[in-house]
C-alpha cells in the first residue's frame, strides 16, 4: 500500500513539468517563434508581418504589463517594458516609406535583430522576461511546482522504505 501511496505523491510532479513543457510548446509556437523570424527577416515587410503577430497574441493573451518574476520586481522580468519595445520596434517598421532608402531599411533592420535577440553560451534567443510562458499565472505554477516537488520527496521516501535493502 506504501509503495502505491509513493507512486501516487510522484503523479503531480509529472503532471506540473508536463504542463510547463506543454506552455512552453505553445507560447513559442504563437509568440516566441514569431520573435525569432523577426529578427531574421530580411525584408521589412518580413519583420513587420511577423511583429504584427506577436504584438497581437501579446494582447490577446494579456501580456501588456506586469512582472513574471515571483518575490520581487526585476527589470528583466518586467512584461511591460518588453511588450513597449516591441510594440515600438512595430512602429519603426511601420513608418518606412517607398522613399527610404536601402542603407536606412539594413540599418532598421539591424537594429530591430538587436533589439529582440540576446547572445548567450548556446546562441542567440529571442529577448523575453523569463518565464513568460506561464504569465500570468506564474505564482500559481511557482506554488504548484514546490507542492508536487515536495509531495514527490514524500513518495520517493515511502516508495524507497519498502526496498530490501540486505540484498546489496
Known sequence: MRGILGVILCLPILFWGGLRIYKSVVYGI??????????????VQ??????????????????TSGYTSILYRTPDADVGFW????????????KITPETT??????????????????GDSGESATEPPGISVYPNNVGYCFFGTLSTILALVGAILFVTLIDWDWI
Open 30 to 43: 504563437d509568440c516566441g517563434g514569431h520573435i525569432k523570424r523577426a529578427a531574421d527577416a530580411n525584408t
Open 46 to 63: 518580413l519583420a513587420t508581418q511577423e511583429l504584427k503577430t506577436v504584438i497581437a497574441y501579446l494582447e490577446r493573451e494579456g501580456m
Open 83 to 94: 511588450y513597449t519595445n516591441l510594440k515600438s520596434c512595430l512602429e519603426e517598421l511601420e
Open 102 to 119: 536601402q542603407l536606412e531599411r539594413s540599418n532598421l533592420l539591424l537594429k530591430l535583430r538587436e533589439t529582440l535577440l540576446d547572445k
